[in-house]
């Protein structure tokens, strides 16, 4: 049997591929909706690539549902300096055809959580503030939730400040939020995704694939870390987040994880949205994330590889 999932995302070139990943592979996952965030780029334009992808990987079927425009507390962020400013700069995709589906993500969450016969995995790739804001209006949907997979916070450094991670950093308040609902967590930081480089050689093996969608993975990648080089962050290529999210649903055995105790600092303006991992239980609390720390890069990208050649 399929696992329901849902993705709840802001692509976001990385983004974009982890969609595409997810499509790719219908046998493993029953994809009940993708829905949208404020994060890399405005909620227009992470709603409006979100369809595109939709197209790009022939899933019409599958619902898109734009959410929250702007977290919780903070002012909007965004990072057209590393994405562009469409967001999935680098695919040269089509406009899409097929509308959003009418209405708000967050009571799409609610309903479909609710009415879901089995519990329903949740990716997600962005900002959390639609999942805080559905916990907060339906605590209940915690029971109907399997896990979330995150792409969010490090054990080790930030990226959008020397302690955060640019998706708990945009929200943190929304990330508290879910660290602390009691909902079965797995966190993928940026320890494990900058072990994952979207290396020349890697891009020119997903583009030789030849398909439409391995074009426009590796013009997207391409893109994605000639942008990542000017702003002189990573060297040898972009690391390749939100994919690992669908990577590590489908194949566990390419990571390594531990069960920790995560809190997301929300007070200090030098380390706001910092994720404070306790491993070792210092002060007794118990675990409420497993936080993966290691990746089978190579691994990771042949899968890649073999989710552009499913879609023609
Ligand atoms: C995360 O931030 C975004 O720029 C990427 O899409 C990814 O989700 C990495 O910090
Ligand atoms: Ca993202």
Known sequence: MPTPLIIDCDPGQDDAIALLLAMANPDVFDLLGI???????PLSRTSYNARVIRELAGRPEVPVLAGCPRPMLMPPRSAEHIHGEGGIDGADLPEPRLPLTPGHAVVWLIETLRLAD?????????????????????????RKIDRVVLMGGSIGKGNITA??????????????????????????????????????????????????????????????SARYAEAGHVAGGAPLHDPCVIAYLLRPDLF???????????????????????????????????????????????LIEEGVRRIS
């Open 35 to 41: 829905t949208t965030v404020a994060g890399n780029v």
């Open 163 to 224: 302690s955060a991670e640019f998706n708990i950093y945009v929200d943190p308040h929304a990330a508290a939020a879910v660290f602390a609902s009691g909902v079965a967590l797995t966190m993928i930081g940026l320890d494990v995704t900058h072990q994952a480089r979207a290396t020349p050689e890697r891009i020119e093996r997903i583009r030789s694939v030849g398909t439409n969608a391995a074009r426009a993975a590796a013009g997207m990648l391409g893109f994605f």
């Open 118 to 142: 089995q519990p329903v995995t949740v990716a997600t790739l962005g900002p959390m503030t639609n999942i805080a804001m559905a916990y907060v209006m339906a605590p209940d949907i915690v």
């Open 256 to 302: 390594v994880g531990r069960p920790m105790r995560v809190d997301v600092e929300v007070s200090s303006p030098l380390t706001l949205g910092r994720t404070v991992c306790d491993a070792e239980r210092r002060d007794g609390r118990p675990p409420n994330a497993t936080v993966l720390e290691k990746i089978d890069s190579d691994g990771y990208f042949r």
